[in-house]
């Protein structure tokens, strides 16, 4: 049973860049099946009138925490030491598991409605993460964040990690990763280890790199080298890696990245937001380097809307580097979504036939879209996200018309208020 979005005015892929125009786009199963025109036998149960709107491939959110949502705006204005050390890390040891569980579905009500139909997720929670996931219907992939100097003091979390994964191998919505936090936060041998455990079971690696100067001032004090180096010499680069921030890399840190394949996903107002700087989008790009764009959690940025981070990348280089073509909306626009299916090793990110039918439409009349002009200027420039109004993850409709079909937000919002007077948050 099929879906028809009738005559959408949509941002398809055109070789590097992007083509707007309208067309009629046919969705059966979990897949897009057909672009103008309707392959044999395909049955139609749904037409979406789609003359008023906006159709773009799903915002993939390539670096969060979910469960943080409830830290939200409670650790702000702090450096970043005080923040993670100070703040947030005293925070997260009184969780209870479940927490993260209403957490997650907040955050993801937040990515719903602003146009994100996939994340990248690490945290120490997979369990409820992968239970909120089932029921919100979103893509994602899910990172058990692995901390340690020892190697052996953390199977129990890889085992974890390992159950997971095989509990959930029939839905392709999930998949999953291993997390080792970063550099400042896991010994080589460790490390080592844990690039072992993902070669040996074909999983990728999500870890943050680089995020501030301190970390580099650190790493060359300790072990005389970048953490670039560090991570690379530890193997972690031996398996498909995603490497959160790279702010602090240095031309030949950037030529290791690119040459090993690894993605790196820039924050720009988590990394702003904590004074952490920029990374050099642009000179990762010229390196090479495959650039996806991501939130960071909502104790650090301090929302979940892809949309404000795309303006915000596609601003920031132009403004640091004093060249307005730094960064088009093209390429801002690429980086929310194809770069980062790439990156994840997913079949999303772009509006194709035999793709997965993760669509995201927007009404054409918001003010903020009017006039359009430029579809793609539209969407990195002037979109809040406010003006998505349906969203459609792996074929199912789970945002219709505003309203969310999979999530009780009114009981979400209620268990978040009890959580965070419950951790004195409130
Ligand atoms: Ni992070």
């Not at 139609?44 to 925490?65: E, K, M, V, Y």
């Not at 650090?300 to 892809?306: G, I, T």
Request: proline content about 4%; aromatic content about 4%; glycine content about 8%.
């Amino acid at each position: 049973m099929g879906i028809l979005i009738k005559g959408a005015l949509a941002v398809l892929p055109d070789g590097a860049a992007h083509a707007t125009g309208r067309h009629d786009i046919y969705v059966d199963g979990t897949d897009i099946v057909g672009i103008d025109e309707a392959p044999q036998g395909f049955v139609c149960s749904q037409t979406i009138d789609a003359s008023n709107r906006l159709a773009i491939p799903g915002l993939i959110n390539a670096h969060t925490h979910t469960y943080m949502s409830m830290m939200r705006n409670v650790a702000d204005d702090l450096s970043f030491a005080d923040w993670l050390f100070g703040t947030i890390e005293p925070i997260e040891d009184r969780l209870e598991p479940e927490d993260a569980y209403w957490a997650s579905l907040l955050s993801q009500i937040e990515m719903i409605k602003s146009g994100t139909t996939c994340f990248n997720d690490m945290q120490m929670h997979i369990g409820q993460t992968t239970r909120a996931v089932r029921e919100s219907g979103m893509r994602a992939v899910i990172c058990r964040g692995l901390v340690g100097g020892e190697y052996d003091l953390d199977e129990r979390r890889i085992r974890e990690a390992l159950e997971e994964r095989d509990a959930f191998a029939n839905c392709d919505r999930l998949t999953f990763r291993l997390g080792p936090h970063a550099p400042y936060s896991c010994g080589p041998d460790y490390l080592r280890g844990v690039a072992e455990v993902a070669k040996r079971e074909g999983m990728g690696i999500h870890i943050h790199i680089a995020e501030s100067q301190t970390e580099t001032d650190n790493m060359w004090a300790d072990h005389h080298c970048t953490p670039v180096e560090y991570v690379r010499d530890a193997g972690i680069f031996d398996v498909p890696t995603i490497a959160a921030h790279c702010i602090r890399v240095s031309e030949s840190d950037r030529a290791i990245l690119a040459e090993h394949g690894v993605s790196v996903v820039t924050n720009p107002a988590s990394n702003m937001k904590l004074g952490n700087g920029f990374a050099p989008v642009p000179e990762l790009v010229e390196a090479g380097v495959n650039v996806c764009l991501g939130t960071d959690g909502a104790a650090s940025n301090n929302a979940q809307n892809m949309f404000r981070e795309m303006s915000l990348l596609a601003l920031i280089h132009k403004g640091t580097h004093d060249v307005p073509q730094c960064v088009s909306a093209d390429e801002t626009l690429a980086m929310a979504t194809r770069n980062a299916a790439r990156a994840l090793d997913l079949p999303t990110g772009s509006i194709e036939v035999g793709k997965k039918a993760d669509l995201v439409l927007l009404d054409l009349d918001a003010p903020s879209l009017t006039p359009l002009n430029n579809a793609v200027a539209a969407l990195s420039y002037s979109a809040n996200g406010s003006e998505v109004t349906d969203v459609i993850i792996d074929g199912k409709v789970v945002l219709q018309d505003r309203t969310l079909l999979t999530i009780d937000e009114e009981r979400v919002r209620h268990e978040i208020a009890r959580i965070c007077t419950r951790l004195g948050l409130a």
